[in-house]
């Protein structure tokens, strides 16, 4: 008896997953997701921090914030990035400092931009209209964007 209700469980929960994953909603046919997105009129602004080629997607934050932030995104952003995709022993030691501070900030909330044609200097602050779905990989990818403003352009002192 108590196999039964074993293997019961077991075909359920198999059962379960299946039909949780399975997704019937073709994504494959970029044209089509465009015109969904249209007709459902998903449009919509993302602010931040550009760095590298990426938003670091934040409210934009005070000078003193903004002091302790460029320095770390300066000098620290590239390995910080790295080092969430490749560890070694040397920087397990060198990484404590700036990840407590990245840590302390809540993380960077990463998307990946395409170029914009504007000149963008690391740490300016800007806002654009996405027009495409986004990537779920970390970082996150949006394909297409419109409307790039410069809201805040960073001043280096």
Do not use: W
């Not at 249209?38 to 005070?62: T, V």
């Amino acid at each position: 008896m108590k196999k039964r209700i074993i293997i019961i469980l077991l075909v359920g929960t198999i059962l379960a997953l299946i039909f949780l994953c399975y997704d019937n909603h073709n994504v494959s046919d970029p044209e089509k997701v465009k015109e969904e997105m249209k007709e459902a009129g998903i449009e919509f602004a993302m602010s931040g921090y550009y760095y590298f080629g990426f938003l670091d997607q934040r409210e934009k934050q005070d000078s003193e914030f903004e002091i302790d932030y460029f320095y770390h995104m300066d000098n620290h952003f590239q390995d910080y990035y790295y080092s969430m995709f490749i560890t070694t022993k040397e920087d397990k030691e060198l990484a404590e400092d700036y990840i407590t501070y990245f840590e302390s900030i809540g993380g960077l909330r990463l998307y990946s931009i395409p170029s914009t044609g504007l000149s963008l200097k690391n740490g300016d602050y800007i806002t654009f209209i996405v027009k495409s779905p986004i990537k779920e990989v970390y970082p996150a990818r949006v394909e297409q964007i419109e409307n790039v403003e410069v809201l805040h352009a960073r001043v280096l002192k």
